[in-house]
T-cell receptor, first 112, second 112 residues
Framework: DAEITQSPRHKITETGRQVTLACHQT?????MFWYRQDLGHGLRLIHY???????NKGEVSDGYSVSRSNTEDLPLTLESAASSQTSVYFC???????????FGPGTRLTVT | QKEVEQNSGPLSVPEGAIASLNCTYS??????FFWYRQYSGKSPELIMS????GDKEDGRFTAQLNKASQYVSLLIRDSQPSDSATYLC????????????FGKGTTLSVSS
């Protein structure tokens, strides 16, 4: 069955380290999204992509980057992790021209 | 800043009752509206989408949209304890293509 996966599911890292969170989908969706979810803030959009080599900044993109080299993957990189980036990160995907997004299981990141 | 507002709850209803969840949005040109259900520790799951004014029914769920009032709601009939979750309202934002803006969610508790 087609699915969307994220890895790792849990990650503890130190302040200042570079961290990459993986997102892989087998639906062949062109659209992929990264969100973070924090108590009191809900889900906030970090970056999104509408296809290979396309990336766009979301509401809270500072300190994060993405690159899209194929349809299936959209890795999220924290260039220099900060304690404020401790959060649960969700990846989502949707078909072209569709707003119906389907979410991965999430990655819980702790920056110490 | 485009916003989506929800009452955080908790909304408590007895088993078998109708649960009514409400959402308002600030962007008058939003065209697509979604309800996601999120169980504690899990990822959001799409349960309803609505694109035109009026009601849309799917099983025990009914979504209602009033674009003039910038208001969307979700009714859950015959509420079950398994419906206890956080319900997220999401809307499209013209400037962000198919990206979604989420409300902070309403927590529903159904008591048996």
């Amino acid at each position: 069955d087609a699915e969307i996966t994220q890895s790792p599911r849990h990650k503890i890292t130190e302040t200042g380290r570079q961290v990459t969170l993986a997102c892989h989908q087998t639906w062949n969706h062109n659209n992929m999204f990264w969100y973070r979810q924090d108590l009191g803030h809900g889900l906030r959009l970090i970056h999104y992509s509408y296809g290979v080599h396309d990336t766009n900044k979301g509401e809270v993109s500072d300190g994060y980057s993405v690159s899209r080299s194929n349809t299936e993957d959209l890795p999220l990189t924290l260039e220099s992790a900060a304690s404020s980036q401790t959060s649960v990160y969700f990846c989502a995907s949707s078909e072209s021209y569709s707003h119906e997004q389907y979410f991965g299981p999430g990655t819980r990141l702790t920056v110490t | 800043q485009k916003e989506v507002e929800q009452n955080s709850g908790p909304l408590s209803v007895p088993e078998g009752a109708i649960a009514s969840l409400n959402c308002t949005y600030s962007d008058r040109v939003s065209q697509s509206f979604f309800w996601y259900r999120q169980y504690s520790g899990k990822s959001p799951e799409l349960i309803m989408s609505i694109y035109s004014n009026g009601d849309k029914e799917d099983g025990r769920f009914t979504a209602q949209l009033n674009k003039a009032s910038q208001y969307v709601s979700l009714l859950i009939r015959d509420s079950q304890p398994s419906d206890s979750a956080t319900y997220l309202c999401a809307v499209t934002v013209l400037q962000a293509g198919t990206a979604l803006i989420f409300g902070k969610g309403t927590t529903l508790s159904v008591s048996s």
